[in-house]
C-alpha cells in the first residue's frame, strides 16, 4: 500500500473514531457508566482486530507490565474525552487534547535527548494563547465551562502520557514485541473500564426513577453498540498505520500532517455534520491551536 493511501486511511480512522463518540455522546448522555461502557468495548474491538491483524508474537516481561500501565492511561483517556464532549463542543475539545504533542516535545528534550527548537517554542505560546480564547465570557455557563476545561485537560496529559509510553517502548530492545503490546494494553484497558462501568452503572440506578429506567430499557441498543465496534475498528486502523507511517516518513513531515489535518477533519465535522457554533474568539483560538501543534511539531528543523 503507498505512503499516501494509508496516510489517507489514518486520518480517515482518526476522524471515523472522533465522530463514533460524538455520535455516541449525543445518543447516550446518561452517565459515566455509558462513557466506560463505550471503552470497555472499543478497546476490546481494537484488540481482536489487531489480533487477527498481525497475530500476538512473544512478550517479554517489559512489554506485559508498561502494555497494563498503557492500557490504564489509555482508559483515563478515554472516558475524560468522551466527558469532555458530553458537555463541550467537539472542536475545540480535539484542538486542547491535540496540544499533548507539547508533552511528547518536552520529553524528548528531558529523557531522550532531543533539542528544542525556535519553533515549538513559539508553539507552545501560540497554545497558551488559544486556551486563554477557549473559555466563554457568558457568566451562567462558567461552571460547565470549567467542568469541561478541567477534562480536557485531563485527557490533554494522557494522551501526552500515551505518546511517551509508545516512545518508551519503541525506544526500547522490545519494540517488535509492538502488536503484542497494543493488544494487552487494549485488553487491559477494556477489563478496567468494564469494571468501573459495573460501579457507575450500580451507583446511577439507585438514583434513577422508574421513568428513566424505561426510557433507558428503550434505547437503540444496535446503533448504539454499532457506534462502538465501529469506534473500535477506527482505534486498531489508526493505530497501526500511524505505526508502520511513524517509521517510513519524517517526522517533520509525518506529524505535522496527523495533527494539524486531524485538526482540520474534526473542526470540519464539528461544524458540517453537529451544527456546532464557535464565537469569533474561539474559531481565532481554533486557528491558533492548528498552528500550534504545527508549530510543535517542528516542520522547519
Not at 468522551?82 to 528531558?110: C, D, E, K, N
Not at 527548537?117 to 505560546?125: F, K, P, R, S
Amino acid at each position: 500500500m503507498s505512503i499516501p493511501l494509508t496516510l489517507i486511511l489514518s486520518l480517515a480512522a482518526a476522524l471515523g473514531g472522533s465522530i463514533a463518540k460524538k455520535y455516541y455522546t449525543d445518543n447516550e448522555p446518561t452517565g459515566l457508566s455509558g462513557g466506560f461502557v463505550f471503552n470497555a468495548v472499543a478497546c476490546l474491538t481494537a484488540a481482536v482486530i489487531l489480533l487477527c491483524w498481525g497475530g500476538f508474537g512473544a512478550s517479554s516481561v517489559f512489554t506485559i507490565v508498561l502494555g497494563v500501565a498503557f492500557g490504564a492511561i489509555t482508559a483515563l483517556q478515554g472516558i475524560t474525552n468522551i466527558a469532555a464532549l458530553q458537555v463541550g463542543p467537539m472542536s475545540y475539545t480535539s484542538v486542547i487534547i491535540s496540544f499533548s504533542t507539547l508533552i511528547s516535545s518536552l520529553s524528548g528534550v528531558m529523557f531522550f535527548d532531543e533539542s528544542l527548537g525556535w519553533a515549538q517554542i513559539v508553539g507552545m505560546v501560540l497554545m497558551l494563547a488559544s486556551f486563554v480564547l477557549a473559555a466563554k465570557n457568558d457568566v451562567d455557563e462558567k461552571k460547565a465551562n470549567l467542568k469541561w476545561l478541567f477534562l480536557c485537560l485531563v485527557a490533554f496529559v494522557a494522551t501526552g502520557g500515551i505518546g511517551v509510553m509508545q516512545k518508551v517502548h519503541q525506544s526500547s530492545e522490545y519494540r517488535d514485541e509492538l502488536n503484542a503490546f497494543l493488544i494487552i494494553a487494549f485488553v487491559s484497558s477494556a477489563v478496567l473500564c468494564a469494571f468501573f462501568a459495573a460501579l457507575m452503572k450500580r451507583r446511577e440506578s439507585r438514583f434513577a426513577d422508574e421513568k428513566e429506567k424505561k426510557k433507558n430499557s428503550k434505547r437503540q441498543v444496535w446503533l448504539l453498540l454499532g457506534i462502538m465496534l465501529a469506534s473500535g475498528a477506527c482505534v486498531a486502523v489508526n493505530n497501526k498505520f500511524n505505526l508502520y507511517l511513524s517509521g517510513v516518513m519524517d517526522s517533520a513531515v509525518f506529524f505535522p500532517i496527523v495533527n494539524g489535518g486531524g485538526l482540520v477533519l474534526t473542526t470540519l465535522a464539528a461544524v458540517l455534520l453537529f451544527k456546532e457554533k464557535l464565537s469569533t474568539k474561539q474559531w481565532i483560538g481554533v486557528v491558533l491551536g492548528i498552528a500550534s501543534v504545527v508549530f510543535l511539531c517542528n516542520p522547519f528543523a
